[in-house]
């Protein structure tokens, strides 16, 4: 069992930064590689970033690794998103996923979180 919730989310300005957080209560967490999906209306869920296990490698979306920085902290139990010069376009539900490896196939994960909105207003 495990469970993730995500915060952070919230109307914001084009051009401004962000970071959202999952928290995680998920036994042995540090052995799971972690994501973050989003997925605005009418569209489907899409990969952003992942890390593998441990302090394991980092992978990213490659429209948007110039924005996205993706972190983990296994003493907590966190996964941080920061996100550079907000768009309009990203626009979005964000949420965290909990797997065994970094893959951007939504299938492939165990656990998800319920999503925090992210709305960026031009």
């Known amino acids: 069992q495990g469970r993730l919730v995500e915060s952070g989310g919230g109307l914001v300005q084009a051009g401004e930064s962000l970071t959202l957080s999952c928290a995680a209560s998920?036994?042995?967490?540090?052995?799971?590689?972690v994501a973050w999906f989003r997925q605005a209306p009418t569209k489907g869920r899409e990969f952003v970033a992942g890390i593998n296990r441990g302090a394991g490698s980092t992978h990213y979306a490659d429209s948007l690794k110039d924005r996205f920085t993706i972190s983990r902290d296994n003493t907590n139990n966190t996964i941080d998103l920061h996100i550079n010069s907000l768009k309009p376009e990203d626009s979005a539900i964000y949420y965290c996923?909990?797997?065994?490896?970094?893959?951007?196939?939504?299938?492939?994960?165990?656990?998800w979180g319920r999503g925090t909105q992210v709305t960026v207003f031009s």
């Open positions: 998920i036994r042995l967490f540090s052995t799971y590689a």
């Open positions: 996923a909990v797997g065994g490896v970094v893959t951007s196939t939504p299938q492939r994960y165990t656990f």
